[in-house]
């Protein structure tokens, strides 16, 4: 009998490719049905007849599209229509083996029954016909666990061909892959080429400066109008000028002045609170600060390999070894922004708003002084970490920064002089990979009060690109527009960061700008560089150009000389082997006691990073990182179901409340944000710190 069924049964089996049609496996129920019929009522002989006469067709799958395909075939990408169907007849063919497995154990069933039923006959003549059922569902179990054989193997087959093509469609995106890497280096090795032979050409100025400057302003564009994400900065032509300064003589200005009517400041060095403005000394510390910190570690680690996966992805996201990074937190560099605060106590004592607004532009350019150089990634702060700079006896002020929010990471920011002005904003850092550099875009507004006269000015900061991330030297660069305005009087400030381009006549990282009065007229035109220093010069006449060819229109300003506004500090001796910081950035990390324990000076990770100790800090890295998710996972499933929490950002927001900042509505801006409600030096003076949370 069982070699009848095997005879049976086989050939069927292999008369059924991978790729041939079958029949639907409601035949396989309709047909077993019948069989089971038949097993009631007809003998052994009878039922192999049948078999001999009508075999029955048991599916072995539904596929029935012929994928086995050559394995000499070209390898071609599969499409996602491929994929899915791929897909659909995999999930088939698990439905086939699930009705096998249900027929074997619903027949398997039955004959236990049948041997039970056999065990319990005591009268001979009665287990013939008892036998004759046992054997009919043995042979009924056996054709469908044969089914269910097959169809595995079927399955195994299938699985194994697109196995095949997958490796080799993997194969070749990964032969693609590094063709793109070997083409991109070898383009960056051309442009590189390109910027030398550029540089070492004989019809170029040796000084590009001139005794007339070009500037350019762009309409403002707001906080979300970043550049277009697939904008190269580097490789563009742009035609960016939009006025022309004239250096005139001050007899020259005066005739103006007294032909036009008009009345300003005497341009002269004995009364002009601009003159000299950068020249301030750098005050005098009670407390020593240190002047150099351990030298960074000679690690080679390949960037590249890190970031190809990441391409697109938010980069505070992308988890990155302390090799990228410098000892200092997101908080230190925001503090940084206060290097040349003297700027501000300067324009406490400005009669002229205008005159204000160019010592207040001045500062807004210095801020990004510190980060030619500074290609390396700051610490992304933990919730809740906080930075303290207490400096009232050199710098006459008190700062104090917090994270409020991990993802966005933004962090709040306050900051109080005693020479009359205060400064707060909160900034939410976004970062994108892009590939072959990283953009990041601070938005949130800056605000800047001085006491004495009541003016509030508001800017934004502008777009900062790293470049060259596959190969050769890292390099940064500032660009995009900035609008300061003076919200008392509405005078403004229009600011441009030229972006460096390898064919532009104008010096790299220029700064340009116009102030001008609520009235739209200008007095002030500034020029200068982000990493150097700015100059302002006093506009005594204004007049359109005539058209140029292409139609444009371009405004003459007749100006002074150039006064200096600020001037960049050198760098500390050493400063390349101590990650490019600055004098006041070589201190920001220094231990100081009482701080809160929160303070980015104790975290953990950052220390040993700046110790040198760079393995035992990325271990502590992870733990941190690993804490920190915890907690935000509690925080989430602590959020009360029904609420208005929507996505994890929003239930963060929710569940997260900041200690030393509060939420509140920006009545210039329009937008919420977070500002300083007090407390925090208070406890630190109590020594209170029972409310601060374990962070570390």
């Avoid at 601009?274 to 301030?280: I, N, P, Q, R």
């Avoid at 960074?296 to 990228?324: Q, T």
Wanted: aromatic share 8%.
């Amino acid at each position: 009998q069982e070699i009848i069924l095997s005879q049976f049964w086989r050939p069927q089996v292999q008369n059924q490719g991978v790729g041939g049609a079958v029949l639907p496996l409601r035949a396989l129920r309709k047909n077993l049905s019948h069989a089971v019929l038949l097993a009631s009522g007809v003998t052994s002989s009878h039922w192999h007849s049948l078999a001999h006469s009508r075999p029955v067709d048991i599916p072995l799958g539904l596929y029935v599209r012929n994928d086995s395909g050559d394995d000499d075939e070209a390898a071609t990408p599969a499409d996602k229509s491929e994929l899915h169907h791929t897909l659909k007849n995999l999930s088939l063919k698990l439905d086939d083996l699930s009705t096998c497995n249900d027929l074997i154990a619903k027949h398997g069933a039955a004959l236990q029954r049948s041997l039970s039923e056999l065990d319990g006959l005591k009268i001979p003549s009665e287990s013939g016909e008892k036998l004759k059922a046992v054997n009919e569902r043995a042979t009924l179990f056996r054709i469908t666990s044969n089914a269910m054989i097959n169809a595995c193997r079927d399955f195994l087959e299938l699985a194994e061909i697109h196995s095949r093509k997958w490796q080799r469609a993997l194969q070749y995106e990964q032969e693609q892959r590094v063709h793109l890497e070997e083409t991109i280096e070898q383009l960056a090795k051309q442009h590189n080429s390109l910027e030398r032979a550029f540089r070492g050409a004989p019809g170029r100025p040796a000084n590009p400066s001139k005794s007339f400057s070009e500037g350019s302003l762009l309409t403002p564009k707001g906080e979300d109008s970043e550049e277009d994400e697939d904008t190269e900065y580097f490789d563009a032509m742009e035609d960016s000028t939009s006025f022309i300064t004239v250096i005139t003589e001050a007899k020259e200005e005066r005739k103006a002045e007294g032909s036009s009517g008009t009345s300003s400041v005497d341009w002269s060095s004995t009364d002009n609170v601009l003159d000299g403005a950068s020249l301030v000394p750098k005050g005098s510390s009670k407390v020593k600060r240190r002047v150099r910190i351990p030298n960074k570690p000679n690690y080679s680690l390949n960037l590249w390999s890190i970031m190809k996966n990441c391409i697109g992805r938010e980069l505070s996201r992308i988890p990155m070894p302390v090799n990228f990074n410098e000892p200092l937190s997101m908080l230190q560099r925001l503090t940084e922004d206060l290097e040349y605060h003297h700027l501000l106590d300067k324009a406490v004592h400005c009669t002229s708003s205008v005159e204000q607004m160019c010592l207040v532009a001045a500062f807004s350019v210095s801020s990004y002084s510190t980060t030619v150089h500074r290609i390396a990634k700051p610490f992304n702060p933990m919730l809740g970490e906080t930075f303290e700079l207490d400096r009232l006896d050199d710098m006459g002020l008190r700062s104090l920064c917090e994270q409020v929010s991990h993802h966005p990471p933004s962090a709040a920011h306050y900051v109080f002089s005693k020479h009359g002005w205060s400064l707060w904003q909160e900034i939410t850092i976004s970062s994108k990979f892009r590939g072959k550099y990283i953009s990041i875009m601070p938005l949130g507004a800056i605000h800047l009060e001085f006491q004495a006269s009541g003016n509030h000015y508001v800017w934004r900061k502008s777009t900062s690109t790293v470049h060259n991330i596959i190969v050769g030297k890292l390099w940064i660069d500032q660009s995009g527009d900035i609008e300061i305005v003076n919200h008392k009087t509405n005078d403004r400030c229009q600011l441009k960061f030229l972006p460096y381009s390898y064919f532009s006549k104008e010096p790299a990282r220029k700064v340009t700008g116009v102030v001008s009065d609520s009235q739209g007229k200008a007095h002030y035109v500034l020029s200068g560089s982000w990493d150097e220093q700015m100059e302002c010069s006093k506009v005594v006449h204004s007049s359109p150009s005539s058209p140029s060819s292409d139609g444009k229109q371009k405004t003459v300003y007749q100006t002074l000389s150039a006064k200096l506004l600020w001037k960049k500090y050198p760098l500390p001796e050493n400063a390349e082997n101590m990650y490019y910081f600055s004098e006041l950035a070589l201190t920001l990390n220094e231990h100081e006691e009482g701080v809160a324990p929160t303070d980015s000076r104790l975290r953990p990770d950052q220390r040993l990073m700046e110790k040198g100790r760079w393995d035992e800090a990325n271990a502590e890295k992870q733990r941190l990182e690993e804490k920190q998710r915890l907690s935000r996972r509690r925080r989430l499933e602590a959020c009360v179901p029904g609420s208005s929490c929507g996505s994890e950002e929003e239930k963060e927001a929710d569940t997260y409340t900041p200690l030393w900042f509060e939420k509140r509505l920006d009545p210039l801006t329009g937008e919420m944000a977070c500002v300083y409600k007090g407390g925090y030096w208070e406890a630190k003076e109590k020594q209170d710190w029972h409310m601060c949370p374990n962070i570390f």
